[in-house]
């Protein structure tokens, strides 16, 4: 029996480069984000618990699901 394969999820917390990611697109968001917007990354993964992400989320006001190389270019953006 095959196992399945567990796909990693990226999350993105903070109210305004969330607005500014659905508006504008990635590389408005990346700006935003070297211009000192304030926000958070986070991948969920078969290791971490559904208590983890949202402690994660606490107190952000908003988030989005986001696809893996929006999570790779907004981590470099920190």
Known sequence: ???????VL???FGEEITRVLETEGIAAAVKAAKDGA??????????ASPGELLSE?????????ITKSQYEKLLSAK
């Open 10 to 12: 990226y999350f993105l």
């Open 38 to 47: 304030i926000y958070a990354t986070y991948y969920w993964d078969e290791y």
């Open 57 to 65: 989320y606490d107190g952000w006001n908003d988030w989005m699901q």
């Open 1 to 7: 029996m095959a196992t399945k394969k567990f796909k």
